[in-house]
């Protein structure tokens, strides 16, 4: 469930991650929505913020649904910060929420590790401390490029040697994690380079390392979110702002995906069709939690 060709995720021009795998949303696509809404299950940058300015429609939405007793989970493929931390942005911002509501790129893919390796794999990471952190309280050892396991995660000091240990590595047989295939990541002054470019260069490099991709459009992390909020999938949406990640990773899930345009530019997928598309979040605030 989690392989995935990065030579088809590059071809989009922005956020990439658009594959062939995204069969159910055509099912999904065009149905008609029950009108009844009782959980919710949001990304994060592009809408409930951008960089560190919130977006105050969102919040907003956020605190009626939290007023109303609406469960919600957010779902990040950022893995630059652990749960807690992002829990603490969000309510700095206003919006109410506990770090066991956050599902983000770093506790999924040490998961999904502990799925696949058992404990004491060598594990080469590329990433931030709070990566590092997982992956050890997992139980693997942190190795070079003698590691059975690459994880190529955001690091703002990614540097050559990184690259070369992450590359010999798998050329040695490795196999390649990504935490997240995003290629760009909005920021407070336009876009930074994100995983997906690292991921590229490392599968250019070596072309028979195929990359497992943790974060969405992969569906994991929007299941873990599911089990909590514990509504039906028929009355659970998925909210996001990018179509090949967020609304591919909701439809695989098997939930209405709802695109908001208030983060970055959205780039349209061939054969993925939005459940809806809302300008703000105010728009549904009535709608969800009604009796
Ligand atoms: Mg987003």
Redesign the pocket.
Known sequence: MHGQKWRRATASPI?GAASDEGNESLALGGRTEPATIRGVIS?????LYRGDQPIADSVEAFQAWHARGVPYAFV??NATKSAAQFAAKLERMGVPVTAAQVFNAVSATASLMQQRWPKGTRVFAIGERPLFEAIESAGFTLAGDDAEVVVLGFDYALDYDKLRTAVRAALNGAAIVVTNPDLLT?ADDGFEPCVGVLAAAVSAAVPSAVPIVVGKPQPFMVEEALALVATAKSETIMI???IA??IVAGQRAGIRSFLVTT??AHVPVAGVTPDRVIGSLRDLIDEVGAP
């Open positions: 956020v990304d994060l940058d592009g809408v990040t493929n909005p996001g702002d990018q990640t967020d983060g970055m």
